[in-house]
């Protein structure tokens, strides 16, 4: 493992707003991403299955609260279209994505990563919300590669407040289900939003280290992006506190690079958030930041546009072929080749 950056290094990195200062920032975080990781960025391709959710996040446009959202759950053909395209676009994951969606039942998620791994080889990250480590290991036992599940914030009292537990159900302890995924042989990633209003540096400092103490196989950061139809924008922007996190463009690359410093082998994606707050440059700061991988979506227009967890999220109203040209486009401009294969930690 890499050196510790200190604690107090860390805060002062995350308060920094000297372009000087932080453009150093950004050759350690790429200096370390090339010897640690090399250039090549791996393409996941994204399919957004269901936007069902049964819970109600605070921040999130396709919350069950959201009664105005119209609903769709894709059929298994439509998904297998979905892994045959990334094959044809030469990707080596396939990432299924979903709100927590109970008509999404065990085993026919259990049958449909068998049907990808037969069909294609892709390997299958699941992001499918909490689920039971019953759940988990049928899925693990079917093929399934990769879990992510975002614990969004290592403070628990804001991610109460932001993540309420369903009535007739306990919280769950998100990062004990992180250590239960990684027990049963998960690649396991994580992450966080950056700028969650009652947000502070010290919170995103823990973040950081919670990151490398679950020693987490990918790390995906984005800012929290206000969703017109969430609890959290009505309440509007919290009052000016020297310590409450800019949910900007900025603040979230310094927490991608130090990620990148604290957790340098990690895979860490060039996220979709970094994205549509800076549609131009978003994605090439991401990847010249400390991030390694992309994430092309892959989702039919016709969904796409209804699984809008913020506002205007980028590429919501593209093609797959548009999203994955896109891509290539920025990649070429950076100089950096598309990785092959699955892209996983180890390989
Ligand atoms: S953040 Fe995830 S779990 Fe929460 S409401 Fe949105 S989709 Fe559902």
């Known amino acids: ?13 995350l308060r920094c707003d000297d372009p000087q200062l932080l453009e150093r920032l950004w050759e350690l975080a790429d200096r370390e991403r090339t010897h640690r990781v090399g250039d090549c960025v791996h393409l996941r391709g994204l399919v957004e299955i269901s936007n069902h959710c049964e819970r109600s996040c605070t921040y999130c446009g396709i919350s ?28 080596g994951t396939i ?22 791994k037969g069909a294609t080889g892709l390997a299958v990250t699941l ?18 590669d990769r879990y992510l599940l975002r614990f969004e914030t290592s403070d628990r009292e804001l991610f109460r407040r932001i993540h ?18 990684k027990a049963l042989g998960y690649e396991t990633g994580s992450g966080i939003m950056v700028g969650i ?46 310590d409450q996190v800019p949910a900007t463009e900025q603040m ?24 549509t707050i800076n549609s131009l440059h978003g994605r090439a700061h991401g990847l010249t930041r400390g991030a390694n991988v992309c994430m092309p979506n892959l989702t039919p227009p016709q969904y796409r546009c209804l699984y ?3 506002p205007n999220k980028a590429g919501s109203s593209s093609t797959p072929e548009q999203s994955h040209r896109s891509v290539l486009a920025t990649l070429a401009a950076l100089g950096r080749p598309a990785g092959q294969g699955p892209g996983s930690r180890s390989a």
């Open 308 to 310: 809008e967890i913020y």
């Open 95 to 116: 990432v299924l994505q979903a709100g927590e969606d109970p008509g999404l039942e065990t085993q026919w998620v259990a049958d449909l990563v068998g049907d990808i």
């Open 197 to 242: 209003p009652g947000q502070t540096f010290e919170s995103i400092a823990r973040d950081l280290a919670l990151f490398r103490e679950l020693d987490l196989d990918m790390i995906g950061i984005g800012p929290w992006i206000a969703h017109p139809a969430s609890p959290l924008c009505r309440e509007g922007a919290p009052d000016a506190d020297a």
């Open 252 to 275: 979230a690359c310094i927490v991608v690079a130090l990620a990148r410093l604290v957790c340098p082998e990690a895979n860490i994606p060039s996220t979709t958030a970094l994205a």
């Open 127 to 144: 992001s499918l919300g909490e689920r039971s480590p019953d759940e988990l290991a049928l899925w693990r036992a079917s093929g399934a």
């Open 64 to 91: 069950t609260a959201n009664a105005a959202l119209g609903r769709y759950r894709m059929s298994r053909d439509e998904i297998m279209a979905c892994a045959r395209q990334a094959v044809l676009f030469g990707y």
């Open 1 to 13: 493992m890499a050196p510790e950056l200190a604690h107090e290094e860390i805060l002062a990195w």
């Open 164 to 181: 309420p537990p369903p009535k007739d159900r306990n919280a769950c302890d998100r990062i004990a289900l992180l250590r239960t995924i």
